[in-house]
């Protein structure tokens, strides 16, 4: 800021400098008041003249700024992109795995359903309000699901996939050749 100040100190300096030119080269002597308005226009002037030196370096600094921002906004978009595909391509996978265990569970389509719906939380009252039928029909189809899959309960049964959850995703990524050098969280 110091080399503001002293830019717009110059400023009347100049402009007194060029009215003592004038008056040099035009031995005319105006009036006083005219000496003065002359003064504070050339004053005013070169102030002008020092903002726009002074503006002109910060806008190319904001556009190149801009720039680099468009191209992190870019580089952001494209590693957004690329983790939904990896997500994707991690949650079609996990999906197709749980459907392959129920499978080889036995489970029946309705037990399938209901084992999906326990693994997302969902509390049995829940399940039957979802699937219009009573808590005690739910109660039986999970019971059966645990039978078939030889797990005691709810919790045994999302630790059964939690437990290959991070095995599955890394082979799907890894088969799809998205593993890159970062890695998937």
């Given at each position: 800021m110091p080399?503001?100040?002293?830019?717009?100190?110059?400023a009347?300096?100049?402009?007194?400098a060029f009215?003592a030119?004038?008056?040099?080269?035009?031995?005319?002597r105006?009036?006083?008041?005219e000496?003065?308005i002359?003064?504070?226009?050339?004053?005013?002037?070169?102030?002008l003249?020092?903002?726009?030196?002074?503006?002109?370096?910060?806008?190319?600094?904001?556009?190149?700024?801009?720039?680099?921002?468009?191209?992190?906004?870019?580089?952001?978009r494209?590693?957004?992109?690329r983790?939904?595909?990896?997500?994707?391509?991690?949650m079609?996978?996990?999906?197709?795995?749980?459907q392959?265990?129920?499978?080889?569970?036995?489970?029946?389509?309705?037990?399938?359903d209901?084992a999906?719906?326990m693994?997302?939380?969902?509390?049995?009252?829940?399940?039957?309000?979802?699937?219009?039928?009573?808590?005690?029909?739910?109660r039986?189809?999970?019971q059966?699901?645990?039978?078939?899959?030889?797990?005691?309960?709810?919790?045994?049964?999302?630790?059964?996939?939690?437990?290959?959850?991070?095995?599955?995703?890394?082979?799907?990524?890894?088969?799809?050749g998205?593993?890159g050098?970062?890695?998937?969280n």
């Amino acid at each position: 800021m110091p080399r503001a100040l002293a830019l717009f100190a110059i400023a009347p300096v100049l402009a007194a400098a060029f009215i003592a030119l004038d008056l040099i080269v035009d031995p005319s002597r105006p009036p006083p008041a005219e000496i003065a308005i002359d003064l504070a226009e050339k004053t005013i002037l070169f102030a002008l003249v020092v903002v726009a030196l002074l503006i002109v370096p910060k806008f190319a600094n904001i556009e190149r700024d801009t720039a680099a921002m468009r191209v992190d906004l870019d580089r952001a978009r494209q590693d957004g992109e690329r983790w939904r595909q990896n997500s994707r391509l991690l949650m079609t996978g996990l999906a197709e795995a749980i459907q392959r265990q129920f499978d080889d569970w036995g489970l029946t389509a309705a037990e399938a359903d209901i084992a999906g719906l326990m693994l997302n939380g969902l509390p049995l009252k829940g399940i039957a309000r979802l699937r219009q039928t009573g808590e005690a029909t739910i109660r039986q189809q999970v019971q059966g699901i645990y039978r078939k899959s030889g797990l005691a309960n709810r919790t045994a049964l999302a630790a059964d996939f939690l437990e290959d959850l991070y095995d599955v995703a890394a082979a799907r990524v890894a088969s799809a050749g998205l593993a890159g050098d970062r890695p998937v969280n």
